[in-house]
């Protein structure tokens, strides 16, 4: 039995807008345990990729890098599609998914959120509380069948909606559909003889020390319900108002009324008006599409929120890989836990950090995390897969990734960047990066 790993090899895959990180614990030559962290992707750069074809060939690379011994474990982050639609079987993605089931990972980590125990129990809004943990899942998973009217919105736009809003509305009702091959898979991969399913929380155990010898994987978010409740909110607004959709399509009656609303016809048309009446009938019909966008904007919101974070220390060193959680979920960390002292004390001397959220800026909390790294222009490495152009906008300083923080990242860390990275034939299709003692 190896006692410490000797290095760690760090695979950042080009999946355009999405994560896919592969961590290579090396113990010996003949050694080494690996550890997918997401697998998705809602865009792939150029004109030429398409998921169908370029995720088998990521997976296909992994089980390359993997070689017999498979995967150690798989982490999905959250159900976002841009984290785990690589793990679906279907055709969307190539049957990507079915490749990494045969590495047999011996452990599957998700959220608490994603225990399908706690989804079978919620099939229906509970209408006791609106607070418990069941009905906090059910409020999930109609968020889902909300992105999925969203997007079949966008996939044939009214005639009121702006170009740059169906663009917008596809990206994020896609990317918050429920991805159902991806979950039915890692629930089948961690249900496999011989290995486990851990659902987790701020606090609780990963599963990973007991496979992973000499290294201590730290849960630091998400919280659960009892530790607190501001995975339920936005700051400097509430989201509760869009709770009323916790009933799903099924409350609808099967009538897009997202689309059609109580102005308009079934076919998203506008209804005849006098001509002194068109331009208040205008304003109208673009406020339907803002409304339309700050509901799907909420729910995107809402998925990060209950993202992992881990905190892996390995030979003196610290790697955070937070997936895409949000400046709700971190606050708990090194705000409101119990142990939120020990964790800011943690979290000031990471070496690695993979920036959350393809480089959005409230995933990188400026006052609470990036500037508490006290190793800011002293090695502090950097790794960030993202692509331009999919979220946000730069005239509302939202752009993804945000110019500033790239500024910063690039400026003040030893940065690797897919956006770097040109995918050509024969040529390894992710960054490799060696963390030693």
Known sequence: MPKDPKSVEIRTYQVGFGDCFLMSFVYGEKDKRHVLIDFGTTGLPGKTLKPSTHMPKIANHIKGVCGDKG?????????????????????????????????????????????????????????????SPKSFVAGLAAMNEVAAMMASIAAKPPSWMSASLQKELMFLGQDNIANKSAVDNLIAMGGRKGAQSVWAHHGSKSGLDALLPGVKVRVLGPPNLKQSEKIRKQRSRDPDQFWQLISGGAALNGKNLLSSGLAWGAAGKSRTVPPEARWFRDRLERLNGQQLLEIVRTLDQQMNNTS??????????????????????????????????????????????????????????????????????????????????????????????RTTLLNELESRSSLQNTMTLKVTDGADPCLLLKVEP
């Open 308 to 401: 992992l974070i881990l905190l892996f220390e390995v030979f003196g060193k610290k790697l955070l890989f937070p997936g895409d959680a949000q400046i709700e979920n971190w606050s708990y960390a090194f705000e409101d836990a119990p142990d939120a002292a020990k964790t800011r004390a943690l979290l000031a001397e990471v070496d690695v950090y993979k920036v959350g959220h393809h480089g959005s800026l409230n995933a990188t909390p400026k006052k609470g995390l990036w500037e508490k790294f006290r190793k800011r222009n002293k090695g502090l490495r950097t790794l960030l897969s993202t692509m331009p152009g999919k979220h946000g906008s730069s005239r509302s300083h939202t752009e993804v990734p």
């Open 71 to 131: 995967l150690t474990a798989v982490v999905a982050t959250h159900r976002h599609a841009d984290h785990i639609n690589g793990f679906g079987t279907d055709g969307k993605t190539g049957k990507s998914g079915a490749i990494i089931a045969s590495l047999k990972p011996k452990l599957v980590l998700q959220p608490w959120t994603e225990d399908p125990d706690a989804k079978k129990d919620a099939k229906a809004a509970t209408r006791d509380s609106s607070r």
